[in-house]
């Protein structure tokens, strides 16, 4: 047993029956999985057109929805349609298409969804990504005397719609009986379009209406970045937080690697946390892992351990504790390695020691005064 074993976790197969995901995906549920976490997210693969989801609001964390596509080694080949609504009021709600790779957040008590997967060319990834840890939302509806309730749904207190006497455990079956009693309903077959679902027909009313804009800021298309490092496919993709989108508290790469490197070196980040994410690079077969990496936690320098990743993995580094370098020793075929920081900017501290062995910590970063 090492002393940061509890920080290393491999990411399980999630076998489901949700129609028109791909299946098994990978799914890291934050505290469920691993303690203290401030990271729940999924690793999914859209492969059909589908509707999903009704509005509502997240109380006091961002979300932030991510639009790309599946095989990442080819992120920017986005051929699909996705529609998706945001806005303050319930009732007046503006429509964004997505016909490229896209992040939107989320702020607190912001309004977003139904998410209309309208048109499904090749499979994309939807990622809904959560900055504390846990999930959960908060819904609305309006009683017949035209009052508004609010209801709190969650990880860990839903239940299961077809059978209420058990946790709901996101198989899935509830989602997929509801779309196969629609398709029943509509002009053509659910293998070759999406049902036709009267729910948004009221939203596709509110797109009629003049845009305000308002919500443009939170709308954020991947820029691809260009570089010579033969290590990496190029172009690479990411998002670099608020020096891309104002207030963002997310900041992440999707470096693909493809051939043996080491990568970085030994430093820490005083005061906020870093993930390290190991994935397959087609998330679609997000399991097909072919590699072998070694990485070293500590709480000094002089005091490592190494872990050893041959499986799709994230590794939570806490606030001051020390990492690095990655050795990727094989490389079997590409994989996606994500740094990824919750905290909305970049930044670490690495030590120099000088000729009589005193050390000086040096702080690098993508925030520093000009």
Known sequence: MGKFDDLVFTIPQEFHSWYGFASPRGFFRGTTMMPKAKVYMDFTSVTKALPMEVPHTHHAVDEYLVFTGADLKNFYEFDAEVEVWLGEDPERLELFTITQPTIIRVPPKLYHCPVNFKRITKPIVFSAVYLDGDWSKINRAVGPDGREAFTYDGAGIRRCVLDRS??????????????????????????????????????????????????DKYVYPYKPEYHNDPNFLSPRSGFRGRSELDESNLCYLNDIVLQPCTVGEKHMHHAIEEYLFFTGSDITNFFDFDAEIEIQLGEDPEHMETY???????IRVPASV?????????????????????????????????????????????DLPK
């Open 322 to 366: 020390w990492h690095g370098p990655v050795k990727f020793k094989r490389i079997g075929a590409p994989i996606n390695f994500m740094p990824f920081y919750p905290s909305g900017n970049y930044g670490k501290v690495v030590r120099e020691l000088g000729a009589d062995g005193t050390p000086t910590y040096i702080y690098q970063g993508t």
């Open 308 to 314: 050893t990743i041959t499986k799709p993995t994230v």
């Open 166 to 215: 058990k946790e709901c455990i996101y198989c899935g079956k509830c989602f997929s009986k509801a779309m196969n009693d629609m398709a029943e309903k509509a002009d053509t077959p659910v293998k070759q379009a999406a049902p036709k679902i009267d729910l948004l027909a009221s939203f596709y009313e509110m797109a009629k209406l003049p845009r305000t804009g308002k919500y």
